[in-house]
Structures are given as structure tokens and as C-alpha cells.
């Protein structure tokens, strides 16, 4: 059963703590992506990956950081530098032109 | 710097009647367009797209959008909704400009009463 899975579905961390959330795909895609939705503001993009190894920053990388050195896996770090982190977050691939979505993580920061 | 807007933020109908969401964009390159939908608890999920040809495209659950390319509009309708598509509905672009992802919109909240 191919798709992206993403965990944990709920997050809980306290002010100052860095936490990684994981995002792995087996649609053998090579391109991957972070977005941030948070209400009435849609989705914005954080990092995004074209191939293993490299990625790009997105419109809203402050706070946070990436790694690629699996093709399958792209997880994303919120440190403690990033000022407003609770938020969901959607991991996604993209394959044929367009992006798959995750369930999602819910980060909450208090 | 380019951006999607969606003029529309939380629209409330009654089943069967017709549904029309606006998406503007703020590009002139080429693009590539998408709905996607996000029912409450579930994975965001594409309704449909647009990459070339035929600028009205017809997508799932009776979906369909239709690109106007000279008022950089891409409108989603369904002549007729039920109470299932009470959901949110997000459009997405993606513009020729060397980075290959998508510039979401705000969303909007669609609401159908029974």
C-alpha cells in the first residue's frame, strides 16, 4: 500500500525544546516537500527537496531544518528558534506532476 | 512576488444548490493549476488540475474548474452539493519560475447544510 506516512498525529513539546517530525514516502518519488497550514492562511511552503541530498529553502524556513539523506525520508526539525511553531504540519511528494499529501503531525508548544 | 488568492473564506450552502470558488493568481509565466480538498479528519486529496489543452477540466465527485488564462482566474463548480462536500478547498499553483512547488491560497470553508 503506497503513500506517505507521517508521525506521531499529535505532538506535544514545551517552549525551547527542538522536536523532528518524520515524514516517509514509498512512492519512490524523488522530490519532497514541508508545508505549514495554519487557520484562514492556507498552506505555506517551509523546505522542499528535489533529489536526495539537497534541498531549498521555502518561504518560511526560519525555525527550522531539514535533512535528505534517504530518498523515502525528509523529516523536518522545529527548534526552539522558530518563534510561533504550534501548528500543523503536512509532509507531501510529488510524482507525474503533482503532490501527494500526509495525514499530518499537530505540534503543540507550550 | 507571486501569490493565490481566495476571495472566497467560508461560504455556507444548502444541498443542491451550485457551488462557484474563486482562485486568482498573480503570475504571468506559464502555470499549472490545482484544487485540492481537505474533508474534516483526512489527507488533503486532489480534485483535480490543470497542466495544458481544454481549459475547462472536470475532476472527481463532480468537480470541475475552468482557466480563464486572461484573468488569471481558475474558479472551482459543482452545479449542484450535497452535504458530503462539506469540506475545506484549497487552490494551488505552480509557476514556471525554476522552484517546483506550489503557492497554496488561504482556503476556503465550505459548509453545506442538509
Known amino acids: 500500500d503506497g503513500g506517505i506516512t507521517q508521525s506521531p498525529k499529535y505532538l506535544f513539546r514545551k517552549e525551547g525544546q527542538n522536536v523532528t517530525l518524520s515524514c516517509e514516502q514509498n512512492?519512490?518519488?524523488?522530490?519532497m516537500y514541508w508545508y505549514r497550514q495554519d487557520p484562514g492562511q492556507g498552506l505555506r511552503l517551509i523546505y522542499y527537496?528535489?533529489?536526495?541530498?539537497?534541498?531549498q529553502k521555502g518561504d518560511i524556513a526560519e525555525g527550522y531544518s531539514v535533512s535528505r539523506e534517504k530518498k523515502e525520508s525528509f523529516p523536518l526539525t522545529v527548534t526552539s528558534a522558530q518563534k510561533n511553531p504550534t501548528a500543523f504540519y503536512l509532509c507531501a511528494s510529488r510524482g507525474q506532476g503533482e503532490q501527494y499529501f500526509g495525514p499530518g503531525t499537530r505540534l503543540t508548544v507550550t | 512576488a507571486q501569490s493565490v488568492s481566495q476571495h472566497n473564506h467560508h461560504v455556507i450552502l444548502s444541498e443542491a444548490a451550485s457551488l462557484e470558488l474563486g482562485c486568482n493568481y498573480s503570475y504571468g509565466g506559464t502555470v499549472n493549476l490545482f484544487w485540492y480538498v481537505q474533508y474534516p479528519g483526512q489527507h488533503l486529496q486532489l480534485l483535480l488540475k490543470y497542466f495544458s489543452g481544454d481549459p475547462l477540466v472536470k475532476g472527481i465527485k463532480g468537480f470541475e474548474a475552468e482557466f480563464i488564462k486572461s484573468k488569471f482566474s481558475f474558479n472551482l463548480r459543482k452545479p449542484s452539493v450535497q452535504w458530503s462536500d462539506t469540506a475545506e478547498y484549497f487552490c494551488?499553483?505552480?509557476?514556471?519560475?525554476?522552484?517546483?512547488?506550489?503557492?497554496f491560497g488561504s482556503g476556503t470553508r465550505l459548509q453545506v447544510q442538509p
Open positions: 527537496s528535489q533529489i536526495v541530498n539537497d534541498f
Open positions: 494551488a499553483v505552480k509557476m514556471d519560475t525554476g522552484r517546483r512547488a506550489l503557492t
Open positions: 512512492l519512490n518519488h524523488d522530490a
